[in-house]
């Protein structure tokens, strides 16, 4: 992974750039805090290193896995937020976005994240219920959105005759319902490191199952975190692109970019991209206390791909407000078969392909969009990714959720809590009748009336 931050800086432009002495003060003003970060990752402190212990579940994954591929023909995980976007992010990278209508050699894979009936419905009619095994992620085990999927899963593969011991269930090893309910069926049980928060926890089995049942070696993911966690950890501000790039964005956060645009350019990073926004919201947007002050923490994630919304929100990113920074993520050594020829030589709109490839055209792309940008005062920045392999996007995953407790950290906030998401969930339970938050409904029903 290569970090490129040279269009955050400029002096011509100071209120939508940073100047190059702002940038050189950057170590004075927040080196100690990325220094507390540095150390913190080599204690026992953070909840970030969880996933770097994870090897020694990967064994039983392997196992498991394969076993499971042998068995099903369909394997449908059931789980939301930190639970489906991991997971979905590594397939697609891998395994690329039509995965299921190639695939061959091992089982199709699909992770269902939503209540919708009518999408569940569609599944049902894609999918033999009987040879498909259930894997339910929940870290809480109590996710209203998963319980739901997991009550009517589980009752229509019963109904299918299927094995209920097969159905293998991943969550965290406290004592909850899920816990239970995988104990009394028998189920296979997964655990998910205790403190390791759903949307951190992809470098774990919630991403490792998966990625094992469809070929996919989670020892290579977690090999690229270690390689990421290595040179975070060794190199000191000046020369280290996870300081510049988190402390360049907290200062254009400061100078009102409030919003941050990932813009990809590979359909393989469209998921993550959608993952990157779950990680960067859910755990920068925070309230911080500041004396008698509220301050509202964090700063809007947006995904989009290139080239394609080059033909759509480009035009409110160039003359819209000028509260964005950009992102720009491509990738190095793909596979790039398809060569232009020539087929029009007489057509000026035409012949100038003639020669030039595909994968060429999307980077001279992205090259174009990010120069217009930044022409018209739109601070960038830019992530070269080196292959499409595990150990790349284990060391991207690592990357990102590195650079956000970082960030959390600048903006002295918890990167790991959800208190808006849990609070969403609470309320949930009450209207939906769950005993223990009945008490809370008509309290709930007075906050929002007043
Ligand atoms: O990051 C988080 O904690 C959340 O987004 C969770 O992943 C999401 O709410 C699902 O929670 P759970 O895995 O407990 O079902």
């Not at 507390?36 to 090897?55: D, H, I, P, R, V």
């Not at 990278?93 to 299921?100: D, E, R, T």
Request: glycine share 8%.
């Amino acid at each position: 992974i290569s970090v490129d931050i040279g269009h955050l800086i400029s002096e011509r432009d100071k209120l939508n750039f940073i100047s190059l002495s702002d940038f050189n003060a950057l170590e004075n003003k927040y080196g100690h805090v990325f220094k507390e970060f540095q150390m913190s990752l080599q204690g026992k402190k953070s909840y970030l290193t969880l996933s770097l212990e994870e090897e020694r579940s990967i064994p039983a994954i392997k196992s498991l896995a394969k076993n499971i591929a042998a068995k099903y023909e369909n394997v449908l995980v059931l789980g939301i937020g930190g639970s489906a976007l991991g997971a979905r992010a590594v397939i697609q990278y891998l395994k690329g976005p039509l995965y299921n209508l190639i695939q061959q050699e091992h089982p199709r894979l699909f992770i269902l994240d939503n209540i919708d009936p009518v999408l569940v419905k569609y599944y049902e009619d894609v999918i033999d219920i009987g040879k498909t095994l259930i894997i339910y992620v929940s870290k809480s085990g109590s996710t209203p959105e998963t319980a739901a999927l997991f009550i009517h899963f589980y009752h229509r593969f019963k109904e299918a005759g299927g094995d209920t011991a097969d159905i293998v269930i991943c969550c965290d090893p406290g004592d909850n319902g899920i816990n239970h309910i995988a104990k009394s069926l028998g189920c296979r049980l997964l655990h998910i490191p205790h403190n390791l928060p759903g949307r951190y926890s992809v470098l774990s089995s919630v991403g490792f199952l998966p990625s094992e049942i469809i070929g996919i070696d989670s020892g290579q993911l977690l090999e690229g975190a270690h390689i990421a966690h290595q040179s975070i950890i060794s190199d000191g501000p000046q020369q280290n692109a996870l300081f510049a790039l988190g402390a360049s964005l907290f200062e254009l956060a400061l100078k009102g970019k409030s919003i941050h645009v990932l813009f990809n350019y590979s359909n393989l990073l469209s998921e993550f991209g959608l993952w990157f926004v779950q990680l960067w919201a859910e755990s920068l947007g925070k309230k911080q206390s500041l004396a008698n002050n509220v301050v509202n923490a964090g700063t809007t994630p947006l995904t989009c791909l290139g080239a394609t919304d080059q033909h759509s929100i480009l035009q409110l990113f160039k003359e819209g407000p000028a509260d964005k920074v950009f992102g720009f993520m491509k990738i190095n050594n793909v596979a790039d078969g398809i060569q232009f020829t020539n087929e029009f030589p007489t057509e000026k709109e035409y012949s100038y392909f003639a020669g030039r490839t595909m994968q060429e055209q999307l980077h001279v792309e992205q090259l174009a969009t990010e120069m217009s940008l930044v022409k018209d005062g739109k601070p960038c920045y830019s992530i070269t990714l080196k292959d499409v392999s595990p150990k790349t996007l284990g060391g991207l995953f690592y990357f990102f959720e590195a650079l956000v407790v970082f960030t959390a950290n600048l903006w002295d906030i918890n990167a790991y809590d959800q208190p808006g998401v849990e609070e969403g969930k609470n309320i949930t339970y009450s209207l939906m009748g769950r005993q223990d938050y009945n008490h809370k409904k008509s309290k709930y029903e007075q906050e929002v009336s007043m």
